[in-house]
């Protein structure tokens, strides 16, 4: 259904033009301020990726009129490499595409690259609790209501309960059925 890939310079002014959509802030960001990036801040945090890095942002693409296009963004940060905890974000910015399974799509595809190409054992998220539609994609991709932080998020409709989110390897493994092989190796 969606293809998840590195954001590119191509990417730019797709991403923008959601950061400008108020109503797309609203729900990837309770409206915050800090969410409008200048189309050139966007910009030099594309160059400036590099795979390597503890924070990274992907684009999700899906097929609309016949081609690939990007409806959203979805992002890991403050990945720690001892622990392997990672924090994940997530918007679709093409409003024609919500409430139709592309972010759950995403969120299965990325939440699998994080356990087996970074090898996560915790995947971390949040978002305001008014944001019903995420909170049932990241439970139906497995994640799991671990507290929930009173007034804790700023919203351009005052502040509004924090709800946290995680999900372990473990738990993802369970869920899918299988276990993940590693490559031994040989004599």
């Known amino acids: 259904m969606v293809t998840i890939r590195?954001?590119?310079?191509?990417?730019?002014?797709?991403?923008?033009?959601?950061?400008?959509?108020?109503?797309?802030?609203?729900?990837a960001a309770g409206g915050f301020a800090d969410a409008m990036h200048s189309r050139g801040q966007i910009e030099e945090m594309v160059k400036g990726q590099k795979a390597s890095d503890a924070s990274r942002v992907f684009a999700i693409e899906a097929e609309k009129d016949g081609e690939q296009v990007v409806i959203g963004q979805i992002s890991f940060r403050?990945?720690?490499?001892?622990?392997?905890?990672?924090?994940i974000g997530m918007f679709i910015g093409d409003r024609d595409c919500w409430s139709r399974g592309y972010g759950t799509s995403a969120l299965h595809q990325f939440v699998q690259m994080l356990f087996t190409r970074?090898?996560?054992?915790?995947?971390?998220?949040?978002?305001?609790?008014?944001?019903?539609?995420?909170?049932?994609?990241?439970?139906?991709?497995?994640?799991?209501?671990?507290?929930?932080?009173?007034?804790?998020?700023?919203?351009?409709?005052?502040?509004?309960?924090?709800?946290?989110?995680?999900?372990?390897?473990?738990?993802?493994?369970?869920?899918?059925?299988d276990k993940l092989y590693y490559i031994e190796e040989q004599e």
């Open 6 to 27: 590195p954001v590119e310079l191509r990417d730019v002014d797709t991403l923008y033009r959601f950061r400008l959509d108020e109503e797309v802030m609203f729900w």
């Open 78 to 87: 403050d990945y720690n490499r001892i622990n392997r905890n990672v924090t």
């Open 118 to 177: 970074y090898g996560a054992h915790r995947i971390s998220m949040d978002t305001f609790a008014d944001n019903k539609r995420a909170i049932r994609c990241y439970e139906k991709c497995g994640f799991a209501i671990e507290g929930v932080r009173r007034q804790a998020m700023w919203t351009l409709n005052g502040h509004r309960d924090q709800v946290m989110m995680g999900l372990l390897r473990e738990d993802w493994l369970k869920a899918r059925g």
